[in-house]
């Protein structure tokens, strides 16, 4: 099985950054893409930032120029630097992995983390 470990929420002012890290551990022979998401009260869960492990990112026009995602292979990890933040970024932020390949099976499998709770507010 694998497991993603979020860490780095907490509570920052209008204008502030925050960093998320996140780590995946198991039985892991790769991760092709890691996304960061998020889940406002009462809101369906969005895409925040996505990248491929060749380095490819991918961000929405909501964070676009605010939020940079980062990688390293060779840890199995993933970070989100966040900065001017807004209060409509408060979420519950969650860790994707994607299609990976693990060791016990053949069979290509989405994991998701716990989850971070990101509060903008003055």
């Known amino acids: 099985q694998v497991q993603l470990v979020e860490s780095g929420g907490g509570l920052v002012q209008p204008g502030g950054s925050l960093s998320l890290s996140c780590a995946a551990s198991?039985?892991?022979?790769?991760?092709?893409?890691m996304g960061w998401y998020r889940q406002a009260p009462g809101k369906q869960r969005e895409l925040v930032a996505h990248i491929t492990r060749g380095g490819s990112t991918y961000y929405p026009e909501s964070v676009k120029g605010r939020f940079t995602i980062s990688n390293d292979n060779a840890k199995n990890t993933v970070a989100l630097q966040m900065n001017s933040l807004k209060s409509e970024d408060t979420a519950v932020y969650y860790c994707?992995?994607?299609?990976?390949?693990?060791?016990?099976?053949?069979?290509?499998?989405?994991?998701w983390g716990q989850g971070t709770q990101v509060t903008v507010s003055a």
């Open positions: 994707s992995a994607e299609n990976v390949r693990v060791t016990t099976t053949p069979f290509l499998r989405n994991y």
């Open positions: 198991g039985s892991i022979l790769s991760i092709p893409a």
